[in-house]
């Protein structure tokens, strides 16, 4: 059984986490993984062959957040008439601004579809991307990318803009980022926050898996 890639992905990432580097280690190992494909001129699909039960861990990894949404579920439903509101329009702000965005810099049809579920988590992303036959690669890669981002840089931006409720810290996380930016509140043992991540990107990704198969389909 060809273990190479996730020997190589473990270790890298109890190494970085060990030195606690400033840098994001999903940046930190993904750059260390490319490189040394590169210079090694290893074949990305014998990588990824079998580091791809780490891709499947996801999913647990997200249901095992959802205790905190559990602990904390009576915030949730005080706060349920701004709750759905918020996550509908969040869904539908991430999907039309990933459109025009991607319009603007001259993308095909294909590419743009594929980069739409970028705010929704890595396993109903790539499923969003099968049922529309998007590149399952590009949307990898760009939900990704969106998670580090919110996970690195979302409490400092929402710091910056004197956001300080707890729920609607963790909701606009969630929407956002999904679940790395969840893993964020979590790591900071903001339980509310937690919660309100959680749920948020359990809503979203199913508002998602609804509303860009009609997209584009109507388009």
Same mark, same amino acid.
């Given at each position: ?74 915030? *949730? $439903?005080?706060? %349920? ?5 918020? &996550?509908? =329009? ?5 999907? /039309?601004? !990933? ?60 710091? *910056? $803009?004197?956001? %300080? ?5 963790? &909701?606009? =996380? ?5 679940? /790395?930016? !969840? ?37």
């Amino acid at each position: 059984m060809n273990l190479f890639g996730l020997v190589l992905t473990v270790i890298l990432f109890f190494i970085f986490k060990h030195f606690n580097l400033k840098i994001p280690i999903i940046i930190s190992v993904g750059v260390s993984i490319i490189l040394i494909l590169k210079i090694f001129n290893i074949d990305y699909a014998k990588y990824n062959e079998s580091a791809n039960i780490l891709s499947f861990l996801i999913a647990p990894a997200t249901i095992a957040l959802a205790y905190p949404m559990y602990k904390n579920y009576h915030i *949730l $439903l005080t706060n %349920k008439r701004a709750l759905y509101p918020s &996550l509908f =329009l969040a869904t539908i702000i991430a999907i /039309i601004s !990933t459109y025009f965005c991607a319009k603007f810099f001259g993308a095909d049809f294909k590419v743009i579809i594929s980069m739409l579920p970028k705010s929704t988590t890595m396993p109903i992303a790539l499923e969003i991307s099968k049922l529309i036959e998007g590149y399952s690669e590009l949307t990898a890669v760009v939900v990704a990318l969106t998670g580090v981002f919110g996970g690195a840089f979302g409490h400092k931006i929402l710091k *910056l $803009l004197k956001i %300080k409720n707890d729920i609607s810290i963790g &909701l606009a =996380l969630g929407s956002a980022s999904h679940v /790395i930016g !969840t893993a964020a509140c979590a790591d900071r043992k903001k339980d509310k926050q937690t919660a309100a991540s959680t749920i948020a990107l359990i809503i979203v990704g199913l508002l998602s898996t609804i509303i860009i198969p009609l997209l584009k389909n109507y388009y």
